[in-house]
């Protein structure tokens, strides 16, 4: 058996990207959810995973190189000894362009597979979440949820616009209880959590099951969620959730605590959680699920791409970049225009003068460099 890897199309105006990462070498096994690449365009930034186990094979491009949509960056295959095909082009790719080539939803990030697949199946593309990448095996379980016999049509519960669940009981999780409370807009269905028995109380809200339980919320009519699984011991578990609350069907508001101030021309993409007196500056962006802790200050014209965790005291001057899954720790300051690199850590206390690179690590109460 052997399954091309294909370029996904991150943006309907740009069916090119800079393969700005390859992490994988020839012959290496991966199982599902490992990174293959980073894909790079002039508005986004993402992480190619792999969706089943197996051998690289057949790598056709290194890091830097421009890569088009549809491209095959390689093979997983059963065994390093499968053969690789002579032909590279994507499978029935020129009987599927018109179905790639129609307007999409602003936002929407979807790969080729998966935007044939849903045409195909005449599936509304203004329903999928855009705060995640939409795979070919994200479309066929929408499919298969949504798919009724005509002679017993599913009945449709209530929605209720307010009603929200938070996913994730720890310190975290109370402290997004608190927040939500604060804003008196949402009404809390209770706690989603894996690892608290359902039936306990937390802060006068019961656990209600753990992610089995999230198909049936959904038919109850709810659909908004809080993820509440702060992830600084490892992030990648903070991004598992929101994949999991995004195949369930739940959306991701952002959630600014009233003392907190975020200048009107300031962005703050789905599933941003900002807490009390804290500060986001003029034309700051921050990507999706990022944490603006308690009194910490992201200065005028910062950029935080998805997932980075500022925590309680933390001070970014103007015009910092911070990359992916960053930690920026308690009573950090970060100087005007670094920039810090993706997955890297910055310790509590210290002071980051120059640039960080990806995964690097600053030590807590360090001055950067050393």
């Not at 049509?153 to 939500?180: C, N």
């Not at 959730?241 to 021309?265: D, I, M, R």
């Not at 959680?273 to 034309?283: D, I, N, T």
Request: proline share 6%.
């Amino acid at each position: 058996m052997i399954k091309p890897i294909l370029i996904p199309l991150l943006n309907t105006n740009e069916p090119e990207a800079l393969l700005a990462g390859l992490h994988v070498v020839e012959g290496q096994l991966v199982k599902p959810g490992d990174m293959i690449c980073t894909l790079e365009t002039t508005k986004s930034t993402a992480d190619v995973e792999a969706d089943s186990s197996g051998y690289i094979i057949g790598l056709s491009a290194k890091a830097g190189r421009t890569v088009h949509a549809g491209e095959v960056l390689g093979y997983l295959a059963d065994t390093l000894e499968e053969e690789i095909p002579e032909n590279r082009s994507e499978p029935n790719g020129g009987d599927n362009r018109g179905l790639v080539e129609r307007e999409m939803p602003a936002g929407l990030r979807i790969t080729k597979p998966a935007l044939i697949l849903a045409r195909q199946n005449n599936l509304d593309l203004t329903t999928l979440p855009t705060e995640m990448f939409i795979t070919e095996s994200f479309i066929r379980s929408r499919l298969e949820r949504e798919s009724v016999s005509p002679d017993f049509p599913r009945a449709q519960s209530p929605f209720d616009p307010t009603a929200i669940i938070i996913y994730g009981g720890g310190g975290h999780g109370k402290s997004v209880i608190e927040l939500i409370n604060a804003l008196h807009a949402y009404k809390v269905i209770g706690v989603v959590d894996d690892g608290i028995p359902t039936g306990e109380s937390i802060l006068g809200l019961p656990v209600i099951g753990g992610e089995e339980i999230l198909s049936e919320i959904y038919a109850q009519g709810v659909r908004l969620a809080a993820n509440a699984v702060g992830g600084i011991g490892n992030i990648a578990i903070r991004m598992q959730v929101f994949q999991g609350l995004a195949e369930a069907g739940f959306a991701c508001p952002a959630l600014v605590h009233p003392t907190a101030y975020v200048e009107p021309s300031a962005h703050l993409s789905a599933g941003v959680q900002v807490f009390p007196h804290a500060y986001v500056g003029s034309e700051a962006r921050l990507g999706y699920g990022c944490i603006v802790n308690t009194g910490a200050i992201v200065s005028h014209d910062c950029i935080l791409e998805d997932y980075v965790n500022i925590s309680p005291g933390a001070m970014l001057a103007g015009e910092v970049q911070i990359g992916g899954g960053v930690l920026v720790g308690m009573g950090t300051t970060i100087n005007l225009r670094v920039k810090v690199g993706r997955r890297a850590r910055i310790g509590n206390s210290s002071t980051v003068k120059t640039d960080v690179p990806e995964e690097g690590i600053v030590r807590a109460g360090s001055v950067w460099p050393e």
